[in-house]
């Protein structure tokens, strides 16, 4: 790609993505020249007619394997958006996914219908990677709190930096612990997009899932291992009344339900995601358990 100049790298790489049937071609081919350049697409536009130097060609033409070797743009680039927020990755976390603002949405729409959503609240996100949903959370709810916890110290660290590049500093608190072990309740709202696929399943060696951390995707042999922990110690950290949302996977909203009304809460609900599928499960907690009052 040496020599050529912006708009002719931009579309040669277009062609190379379409040829090996990526779907978003076109935008990857875009990212990766605006990455190289470090401008947006208006700032390539100004440019088009620029010829790359050679630093620039030898950069492109790396990230271009890395994609044509199945690595997901995000991954690339070390960024992603998610609920209209920017956040950086590390390799401790996962990509935030459009299926997880579900949970987003859901917590939101439990909140309003409970008349509390612009009152001081306490948020917990468990499990919480790049700080993603809390994050998201505390963008839609001026008066809340929240804690993130995480067992990696990377993504820890990973979610306090996009924490304060947002300007959450001061409202959000990231503990090193497994899910709410350290926490001190009650919370208004728990959350989380824990691993929950099944340790044996293949789709952990295809696709996008080769390049995310293992430790965040699979969850004993059923997939279930770490909802159990979570649905299980939730109580012990809730209001009364206060609301339980979790990710899960295909084929796992039954056996959540089931949990969930085990461990004492009720209105229980089941939400699809922009697929169709259901992807969130929930509950309110119906007593009060919690050691921490």
Request: charged share 25%.
């Amino acid at each position: 790609m040496t020599g050529q100049t912006v708009d002719a790298a931009r579309r040669a790489l277009t062609a190379r993505f379409k040829s090996a049937t990526i779907d978003s071609a076109e935008l990857d081919a875009r990212l990766l020249v605006g990455a190289v350049l470090g401008l947006d697409l208006t700032g390539m536009i100004a440019v088009a007619n620029r010829a790359l130097t050679r630093d620039q060609s030898i950069r492109l033409e790396d990230l271009m394997r890395r994609r044509l070797a199945g690595e997901p743009v995000a991954r690339i680039l070390g960024v992603k958006e998610f609920w209209g927020l920017p956040l950086k990755l590390s390799p401790a976390t996962l990509v935030p996914r459009p299926d997880t603002e579900t949970v987003v949405e859901l917590a939101l729409e439990m909140l309003r219908a409970d008349g509390i959503a612009d009152r001081p609240l306490r948020v917990a996100d468990l499990g919480t990677g790049t700080g993603a949903i809390l994050l998201a959370l505390l963008s839609e709810l001026p008066g809340a709190q929240g804690i993130g916890t995480d067992i990696s110290a990377e993504a820890l660290e990973t979610a306090r930096g996009n924490a304060v590049r947002l300007g959450f500093s001061g409202r959000a608190a990231f503990i090193r612990c497994h899910y709410a072990s350290a926490l001190t309740g009650p919370f208004d709202l728990i959350v989380s997009n824990p691993p929950y696929v099944a340790a044996g399943d293949p789709h952990l060696e295809q696709g996008d899932l080769r390049f995310e951390p293992a430790t965040a995707l699979a969850s004993g042999e059923d997939g279930l291992a770490d909802i159990r922990i979570i649905v299980a110690g939730a109580p012990a950290y809730l209001r009364e009344g206060g609301w339980l949302l979790f990710e899960h996977g295909h084929g796992q909203a039954d056996a959540c339900r089931d949990l969930l009304l085990d461990a004492g809460f009720g209105e229980v609900i089941s939400r699809a995601d922009i697929a169709g599928l259901p992807r969130v499960a929930g509950g309110r907690l119906l007593t009060s358990k919690s050691p921490n009052r």
